[in-house]
């Protein structure tokens, strides 16, 4: 398989991305076709520090001395875009939809290590009612890949027969599950927010548009949301501290915490938007080693996110 290799020295242009996006927006998948493996790289970065404040800030989560699970993916993000951009990926950006995604935090992360950035494209997978395509992102320091992640993209259309080999991962379902925290989602910091997290989709920040592509109003991104209900689940060892706190204690032995934290991992699947100044109800059961969630959206029965964050 072919492989395409573009080298950054500082973050992707948004501006330029979405002009590649454009371009691009009139790819069709064929199953005749091998497709390349597309690499964007960065190497020997670090951390801007107002961008990493401003991240939590805004998404309303407490700062620690290591790296919250989710602020990876504001890194990583823009790299992801101008893979998905790319002429040589069968889809329309403009077109995809971004369903699950899976995050392993291999161990905790200074913000003053030096990071280097891998996002690659899986092949097409053809599943039913579209295709599927994967963006594998890869945080590394040091010779060691620290944070990872799998975003999952969905194309509907009809191709030709899906592939029977392949089981779509699922979480049990959990709708009378205890509710553990309810909060009121302002509709501020949108635009901002945007250029922080690399997703600057219209969608996010303009109600008007986003009521022209079929949707009530704006509403926000993803790993926006997720973080704060991360922030909000419980110890795993005994459900008396917020996990992060959990995960500062054992990351940081002049704490003197005798149980080791290690590898987690953060699955969370999209049902639906999250608007803006709607009420936000967090429901959660404690499993083995870690928490099962359900996220709900004032005026959606059904849960607009379902994750797990587990020790792994």
Request: one cysteine or more.
């Amino acid at each position: 398989m072919d492989e395409i290799k573009m080298i950054f020295n500082k973050n992707p242009s948004a501006t330029y991305t979405l002009w590649k996006a454009y371009k691009s927006r009139k790819s069709v998948y064929s199953p005749r076709l091998e497709y390349p493996v597309i690499h964007a790289l960065r190497s020997g970065f670090v951390v801007n520090t107002d961008h990493m404040k401003a991240f939590y800030e805004i998404c309303d989560i407490r700062q620690f001395d290591f790296l919250h699970i989710l602020y990876p993916f504001s890194l990583v993000y823009p790299y992801i875009m101008r893979v998905l951009c790319s002429k040589e990926v069968p889809v329309s950006i403009f077109k995809v939809l971004n369903t699950r995604n899976s995050i392993t935090m291999n161990r905790c992360i200074s913000p003053d290590e030096r990071l280097n950035i891998d996002c690659h494209n899986s092949e097409p997978r053809l599943v039913s009612k579209g295709l599927e395509i994967d963006i594998k992102s890869v945080i590394s320091s040091g010779g060691e890949n620290v944070w990872e992640n799998i975003t999952t993209y969905f194309y509907h259309g009809k191709f030709s027969s899906a592939d029977v080999s392949y089981n779509a991962p699922k979480l049990d379902p959990i709708d009378n599950a205890p509710i553990i925290k309810k909060w009121y989602f302002p509709a501020e910091n949108r635009f901002r927010f945007a250029r922080i997290s690399g997703d600057t989709n219209g969608i996010h920040y303009g109600s008007f548009y986003a009521r022209m592509m079929g949707f009530k109003r704006d509403f926000a991104q993803p790993i926006r949301v997720v973080a704060k209900c991360v922030s909000y689940l419980p110890q795993i060892r005994t459900g008396i501290q917020s996990w992060l706190e959990e995960i500062t204690s054992n990351c940081f032995p002049s704490l003197n915490v005798a149980e080791p934290t290690g590898p987690m991992r953060l699955d969370f699947y999209l049902k639906g938007p999250v608007y803006y100044e709607s009420t936000l109800t967090l429901k959660n059961i404690q499993i083995k080693n870690g928490n099962r969630f359900n996220l709900y959206c004032s005026g959606n029965d059904k849960p607009v996110i379902c994750g797990i964050l587990q020790k792994i």
